[in-house]
């Protein structure tokens, strides 16, 4: 009998490969505009399918809590007919619309002290770009991320050597550490926080922190290099792999109320902190991942290795 996180990595990496598939053939009939103006694609629900049916069909009285729905997808009949086309390519046995709906629909359950979040593509727009975006399943149990799987399809697995091969896929098990493999499932190696390194990364989109204050607060701190901005939870990667020192995303002044949804941090948290990291909000509280489908409770984030956590949020509370 496999393992829950070997079921959960087996269905992550089945959907790396639809969405390899449909980013090789994207169209532009393969995304739409969701109600908030973010994009939305046929990866993304394709994603979302086939990780809801594996975590379901094998725990049926979980919890699900993933980004997508099905409102937008059954208004458009078209990009539903091509994630039912991409599904049955990668789901073993032809499926109807109407069953892949419901699979998808098992990810809007409600957040408690015991379910499984998942951002089916984190960073769409990178995605789109054919760049960085990250496939991301957490398992909170009595409040705490216990699981973290993050599948970064065009990470390199060293970003200074592109050439050293291309796709991630890191494992995190509370109290186990943390470990890179390849998209094939090979072990790449145990993955630890650089304690040397001095970088900062952040989001690719300006509007998703405070760029402003970011680099004043990397000045502050003597990173001379620059930023690696970049899509997705792929940052948080890096920081476990120590690549980078210090990620952060501050509330962009334009949008102060703004909170953090669980699936874009509840992965690489757990990733971070096992390979000897710490992960905060802008005012040093632990994130709470159990308020809500946003982290009402916790503004901002800061993720360092460690050595940097006080310093950061010294330095935060001064500029």
């Known amino acids: ?165 291309r796709g991630c896929l890191f494992v995190a098990v509370r109290g186990e550490g943390s470990a890179m493999y390849t998209l094939t499932g090979t072990f790449i190696a145990q993955v630890h926080v650089g304690q040397e390194t001095h970088r900062l990364a952040e989001s690719f989109e300006s509007t998703h922190g405070d760029s402003d204050r970011h680099a004043k607060i990397a000045h502050h701190l003597q990173m001379g290099r620059p930023p690696v901005q970049m899509d997705s939870q792929a940052k948080y990667g890096l920081l476990a792999r120590g690549e980078v020192s210090l990620y952060l995303r501050l509330p962009n002044p334009a949008f102060p109320d703004y909170r953090e949804c669980i699936w874009d941090h509840a992965a690489g948290t757990i990733i971070v902190e096992e390979a000897g990291g710490t992960v905060t909000d802008a005012n040093g509280a632990p994130l709470n991942f159990c308020a809500g489908r946003r982290m009402v409770e916790n503004r901002g984030i800061i993720a360092t290795n460690g050595k940097r956590q006080l310093q950061t949020l010294e330095t935060i509370r001064r500029l």
């Open 1 to 165: 009998m496999l393992s829950k996180k070997q079921i959960a990595i087996d269905a992550v990496l089945k959907a790396v490969r639809l969405c390899q598939q449909v980013q090789t053939e994207l169209v532009p009939a393969d995304s739409l505009q969701k109600a908030d103006r973010s994009p939305v694609t046929v990866a993304d629900f394709g994603a979302q399918t086939l990780i809801c049916k594996a975590i379901g069909d094998a725990f049926p009285k979980t919890v699900i809590v993933a980004e997508e729905d099905t409102e937008s997808l059954k208004a458009n009949p078209a990009l539903l007919d091509r994630v039912v086309h991409y599904v049955n390519r990668f789901s073993g046995s032809p499926t109807p619309s109407k069953k892949i709906c419901e699979w998808i629909h098992r990810g809007t359950g409600a957040v408690s002290e015991n379910f499984w979040t998942l951002d089916p593509i984190d960073g769409t727009k990178g995605f789109l770009r054919r760049e960085q975006y990250a496939i991301a399943l957490a398992e909170i149990i009595d409040g705490d991320v216990a699981l973290g799987i993050l599948a970064c399809p065009n990470l390199p697995h060293r970003l200074d050597a592109p050439e050293s091969g």
